[in-house]
């Protein structure tokens, strides 16, 4: 106690006896508290929302927020206001009708005619057409056996007696009883699905098929450790894009001997953007996937993947990124989604800041005008942006730069701005050519499925259970990318990849991928 009383004699000593200075301090300290009681609102307020909130980042924005904006003189956008309203209205009209049925499933034409009862009530019935009614029928996972059956000759040449038997490969994987359909399934019932292997084992029981966890897991990293052969051509492939989306995510890792899983990293990389050939025409570079799994987050591996690449890279602030845009080969185009995410979980609080609505309205303006350039060249997206979004950034960087010092520094919505004015030229980049998007949201769709996974399996029971995710999500996420089937494209490629030719790998990559005759024999 006499210690306590020493210090807090001491503090008092250093007090200035000025009444103003001692004012000045009081008010530093409540500014101070205030901010921090501000940023803990803000983290209480985010908790709830993540804990029982909806996911959905849409935002009803009314006219009131606009009212009461602050005293500076700086116009803002009122477009986004009747737009959202006229949206709402719009969608309060709509009603849901029965899905369309593909054109392309197969039929089965069923066929049902007049009871010869019915028929006998009238004199005469001359057949005019038809009507037709679809219906969508499901014949759930069908299980059966293919016995390879092999011819065995007992062959005689010069004398000598032998046997001889045909060639067959019953399984991709040696002293396996799975066919390549199996190990498809089991594949993209886990990586695409988000199965666990325990509900797996329980729907093959219900077919009367007994197969053990284990015996899962063994079909699931055999089949993942012979697709790892495409893994360096599809990394090439991906380095090779002119546009380059990256992001990561976390990944729990149990390992053995360890009481508690920690967490890994799985890296992604998406391929895209588009190049012009010889006479001028635009060509899109094909998507392609890429995921690759680390124990760390440490920045030794984003730039390790990136040191030899040339382009520009779509990503958020992670200061692990830095290091390779310090050396000029790489250009940041940070995301306009991540900037947007900030002031949505702002704006959606009862009683939050009206400038935080409003700089939702000034974001919600650049993506009209992306929504009308979607399907244009990048020649004709770069003309437009260059007329009408940097224009309107201008204004929006003005209206940051006026607002901001009102603002607390530790507070969510100062966090935003500072955010926002900080990473102002990686978001202005998108502007100056029209290969590059204003978001990263291709490659936080391809990320999304381990997301969904976590839930599921929740953790890799080793690195080599790692290792093999990053190659599944490589190779599923990229045919989901160009529009290809991922059983069909998973099957075809685990039964062919053995007797492939090593330097024509690039033939079965998702965006090359032809199926072979015998996809369809069974």
């Known amino acids: ?25 009081i008010l530093e300290q409540r500014r101070q508290y205030s901010a921090v009681l501000e940023s803990l609102r803000q983290q209480l307020a985010k908790l709830k929302q993540i804990t029982f909130g909806s996911r959905s980042e849409r935002l009803s ?34 009603r849901p009708g029965r899905p369309a049925l593909p054109a ?7 066929d049902y005619d007049l009871t010869d009862e019915q028929k006998a009530g009238f004199d005469r019935l001359v057949r005019i057409g038809e ?10 996972q069908k299980v059966f056996v293919i016995d390879h059956v092999r011819a065995k000759y007992r062959a005689a040449k010069d004398g000598r007696i032998s046997i001889v038997v045909a060639d067959a490969q019953p399984s991709p994987l040696a002293k396996s009883n799975a066919s390549a359909g199996t190990l498809a399934h089991v594949l993209v019932s886990t990586y695409a699905d ?21 015996t899962l897991c063994d079909w699931k990293l055999g089949s993942a450790e012979k697709l790892a052969l495409l893994m360096p051509v599809l990394k090439q492939h991906v380095l090779g894009a002119p546009v380059l989306f990256a992001d990561d995510t976390t990944l729990k890792l149990l390992e053995k001997g ?3 899983a920690r967490t890994a990293r799985l890296w992604t990389y998406v391929s895209d953007g588009a190049r012009q050939d010889a006479e001028g025409r635009w060509r899109h570079y094909p998507r392609a996937a890429y995921f690759e799994f680390t124990t760390t987050r440490e920045a030794i591996h984003p730039s390790r993947f990136l040191k030899k690449y040339y382009g520009f890279l779509q990503a958020d602030d992670y200061s692990g990124y830095h290091a390779t845009f310090r050396t000029g080969r790489v250009q940041h185009c940070l995301c ?95 502007t100056d050519d029209g290969i590059l998007a204003p978001d990263s949201n291709l490659v936080e769709r391809s990320i999304r499925p381990v997301a969904v996974g976590r839930k599921a399996w929740l953790f890799a029971a080793s690195e080599r259970g790692g290792q093999a995710a990053a190659v599944v999500f490589s190779l599923i996420e990229s045919c989901k990318l160009v529009g290809v089937e991922p059983y069909a494209y998973l099957r075809d490629v685990l039964q ?27």
């Open 61 to 94: 924005l009314s006219g009131q927020a606009l009212l009461f904006s602050g005293s500076l003189p700086i116009p803002v956008p009122k477009e986004e206001v009747a737009a959202a309203t006229h949206v709402a209205a719009h969608e309060r009209k709509r």
């Open 258 to 260: 360890r009481p508690t």
């Open 194 to 214: 988000g199965l666990p292997l325990t509900r797996q084992e329980r729907i093959f029981a219900r077919h009367g098929i007994t197969l053990s966890k284990q």
């Open 496 to 522: 062919r990849i053995d007797q492939h030719r090593v330097d024509r790998l690039t033939e079965l990559l998702p965006f090359n991928w032809k199926p072979s005759s015998e996809l369809h024999s069974v």
């Open 336 to 430: 306009w989604a991540h900037v947007r995410r900030r002031y949505v979980d702002i704006a959606r609080e009862p009683g939050a800041s009206p400038l935080a609505a409003e700089a939702l309205q000034f974001i919600g303006r650049i993506y009209r005008i992306e929504s009308r350039l979607k399907y244009a060249p990048p020649d004709e997206r770069r003309a437009v942006r260059q007329a009408e979004t940097v224009p309107l950034l201008v204004h929006f960087r003005a209206w940051l730069d006026a607002h901001y010092p009102s603002l607390l520094p530790r507070s969510a919505l100062g966090q935003a701005f500072a955010y926002t004015l900080s990473n102002w030229a990686a978001l202005l980049r998108f």
């Open 104 to 110: 392309d499933l197969p039929r089965v034409r069923q």
């Open 131 to 140: 009507v037709v009614c679809s219906t969508l029928d499901v014949i759930p």
């Open 1 to 25: 106690m006499c210690g306590m009383h020493a210090l807090a004699t001491a503090e008092i000593a250093d007090l200035p006896r000025d009444v103003d200075a001692l004012i000045a301090i």
